[in-house]
């Protein structure tokens, strides 16, 4: 992936976000946008080999629009000022939990999880975390995981949820309102021969906690 195109792109489009410098400049953002799609591309079949739900994906199921919806926000910008996937059993908008890949001037990272889910599933995965703590809690302490992530993106109610124990062991995992892990991805990583292997390694690390994620809606 040629990340200095892409950056260069990015980096002008957002001293430059309005509708007319864009259009002007459409063909560099195509440019850009296959560079990031033959990427994603090239990490799908890679996925697959420790996912199976990712096997029949494409690029396009996963590739997030650079448009921002403007329709109920004062002084937002048209156009996002990142490139986005989120690689994901039945595409990114499915609300399953995958493997998210965001570049960034200045802000980078991989993701993995469910973001902001529904409160029906959120509920569902809830009472999978109560009723499978251990399991649970495993899975956030192995050392594999440990290696990428010091836990979960932290963003929590400040109370546990009414239909469960206020006192019981999981009661601060209770609380998320998304189940997320984040890792920042630094220069030098981008610049790196082996940027791929590097990204498919942290990836195959949230493996197991997107099953437990998933397995926790499907039962439903």
Not at 120 to 126: P, T, V, W, Y
Not at 148 to 177: H, I, N, Q, T
Not at 188 to 212: A, C, E, G, R, V
Request: glycine share 4%; aromatic share 14%.
């Amino acid at each position: 992936m040629n990340t200095k195109l892409l950056f260069s792109f990015l980096e002008d489009l957002e001293k430059n976000n309005n509708r007319e410098w864009f259009h002007a400049n459409k063909h560099r953002y195509e440019i850009a946008k296959k560079e990031f799609e033959d990427f994603l591309n090239q990490l799908i079949p890679e996925i697959a080999k420790f996912d199976k739900d990712i096997k029949n994906l494409t690029a396009k199921d996963c590739l997030f629009r650079i448009y921002n919806d403007i329709r109920f926000a004062k002084n937002k910008p048209p156009y996002k000022t990142n490139f986005g996937g989120f690689i994901v059993k039945d595409g990114k908008n499915s609300g399953n939990a995958g493997y998210y890949l965001h570049l960034e001037r200045n802000n980078c990272f991989t993701g993995g999880g469910i973001y902001m889910p529904s409160a029906d599933k959120l509920k569902l995965i809830r009472q999978e975390i109560y009723y499978n703590f251990k399991e649970f809690s495993g899975l956030l302490s192995a050392k594999p995981f440990l290696k990428y992530f010091d836990g979960l993106d932290d963003l929590k109610a400040s109370r546990v949820p009414k239909d469960f124990p206020k006192d019981c062991e999981s009661a601060e995992m209770l609380k998320y309102k998304s189940y997320t892990m984040l890792c920042k991805i630094t220069q030098k990583q981008l610049q790196s021969t082996d940027f791929k292997k590097q990204i498919i390694d942290i990836f195959k690390t949230m493996t197991p906690m997107n099953h437990f994620l998933n397995r926790a809606i499907y039962v439903s």
